[in-house]
Every structure is written in structure tokens, then in C-alpha cells.
């Protein structure tokens, strides 16, 4: 089981948040693992993986299929009891899945109220919806939302908490391709309003390029690679420094011109 215990940290990181840029000396740390091991039988997914995320930054994280991409994050979420090592996590924490996980016998704003404490829940839950476009499908059953509506209600539920950490698993891997460059101009917008530590996970290089300022390679159960990610935004996918970082990255994965290596 993990010990949840500061740990000192001395990565260097700078964030942009709009034009604030969180110092890396000031900027509060909002989670710090060390060491973290998680094994299933005799398979070691986390091996003594250490890892530092700051106030206001955009993390993305890849790796191949089954490289504990997912098993990391359930970790920082607090959903998984079995790994080892040190993890502390300051602040609460939301998490947008790939499923929007809405519960179908409640409406749309009940589900951003379910479990929500402190005052008006009602009117936080509104202000949510109306943030990601969606104060007209408030009272809507969820199975009546396009996919679109629906991972934009699950964002709401996940901000409305006020998270210090979002995580976020590939939660725009359902969508089709027009959908998602208007949800990823959402999750941008919503993170520069509201300033959490934001991890993606993602298989996807170019939505990692296009929306993180740091993009880590988790390889062989620990983070093997790691890229700060200086583009201005907007960012456009032709953008030379983009390009160059996009071939380091499929490299580091083992894709290759050629195909997978």
C-alpha cells in the first residue's frame, strides 16, 4: 500500500497558465509519487516510479498499450489500495474517464450534484453546465446526449469540484475527429479558468503536442522520456517544433517510419 507522505521534489518545470507562468520554484507542488511499484501477480506494471506535477500544469502522459498508463492514474485518484511506495496528492482530485460514466436514471445536472458538498449545489452544477455549452441539457436524461454532450457533462462533474488535480483518461478517444478539436478547445479553456494540475493520459502524440506543456513516456514501468513542450497556442500541428518533437515522441515509442519497431 502506498504511504501518503510529502516527499521533497526537485524537478524544474514552467506551466503556462494564459499568460500567468507558475515559477518552478513558488508554484505549489499538487502531487508528488516516489518509488510508486504496483505489481498484478507476477507482472510489475509500476516499477519505483517517481513523479512530481505543480500547480497549473498540463501533463500528458503515453505509452504503449498496457504500460500502466491507467494503473498510474488510478493510483494518484485514490482507487487503488494495492500499489506501493510514497504518493501524496495536495487538494481533491476529479477524474474524467473515457466513458462519461453519467448515471442514466438521474438527470444531466443531477449527476454534477451527486456527492457535491458545501453551498447551492444547484446553482454550481448550472454554472458547470454553462461553462461547457450545456445549460439547455440540464434537465436531459443522459442516454439522450451525443457523445459530444456527454464527455462535456462529464468535465463539467469533474470541474465543478474545484479539483486541484484533473485527471483525465483518454477521454476523447470516443469521439469523432470534428468533435474532439472542439472539446479540446474546451478542456483548454476550462483549465485556464480554473488553474488545475491537469494529467492526460492518451495514446494519441498529436493531441499529447497539441494540448500539454510536458509529454512523459511511461516505458518498462517507469517514465523513460520526457519533453517540455514550448509552442505557443493556439498550437497547429505543422508548427516546426511540433514536427520535431512528434518524431522524438513515436520514436520513443518504438513507431518508426517503417511502422512499429
Do not use: C
Not at 515522441?249 to 518508426?256: F, H, I, M, Q
Amino acid at each position: 500500500m502506498a504511504t501518503r507522505v510529502p516527499v521533497p521534489v526537485n524537478e524544474t518545470v514552467h506551466a503556462p497558465v494564459n499568460d500567468t507562468v507558475y515559477d518552478t520554484v513558488t508554484a505549489p507542488v499538487v502531487a508528488t509519487v516516489r518509488g510508486l511499484t504496483r505489481r498484478f501477480g507476477d507482472r510489475t506494471v509500476l516499477d519505483g516510479l517517481d513523479l512530481t506535477i505543480r500547480r497549473g500544469e498540463f501533463v500528458a502522459l503515453l505509452g504503449r498499450s498496457g504500460s500502466g498508463k491507467s494503473t498510474l492514474l488510478r493510483a494518484l485518484a485514490g482507487l487503488d489500495e494495492e500499489v506501493e511506495g510514497g504518493l501524496k496528492v495536495d487538494g481533491s482530485v476529479a477524474v474524467a474517464f473515457q466513458e462519461p460514466r453519467l448515471v442514466p436514471w438521474k438527470r444531466v445536472r443531477d449527476n454534477l450534484t451527486l456527492g457535491l458538498n458545501g453551498p447551492d449545489p444547484a446553482g454550481r452544477a448550472e454554472a458547470a453546465l454553462a461553462e461547457v455549452g450545456l445549460t439547455d441539457r440540464a434537465r436531459a436524461w443522459p442516454l439522450t446526449l451525443s457523445g459530444g454532450e456527454a464527455q462535456r457533462a462529464s468535465l463539467a462533474r469533474a470541474l465543478v469540484r474545484e479539483p486541484g488535480l484533473l485527471l483525465l483518461d483518454e477521454p476523447f478517444s470516443a469521439l469523432d475527429a470534428l468533435t474532439r478539436i472542439t472539446v479540446h478547445r474546451l478542456v483548454l479553456d476550462l483549465w485556464a479558468a480554473h488553474g488545475p494540475a491537469v494529467l492526460l493520459v492518451t495514446h494519441d502524440v498529436d493531441e499529447a503536442l497539441l494540448l500539454a506543456d510536458r509529454v512523459l513516456v511511461l516505458d518498462g514501468g517507469r517514465l523513460a522520456h520526457e519533453w517540455t513542450v514550448a509552442a505557443p497556442r493556439p498550437r497547429h500541428r505543422d508548427h516546426p517544433d511540433l514536427l520535431t518533437l512528434r518524431a522524438a515522441l513515436l520514436s520513443a515509442l518504438g513507431v518508426t517510419p517503417e511502422g512499429p519497431a
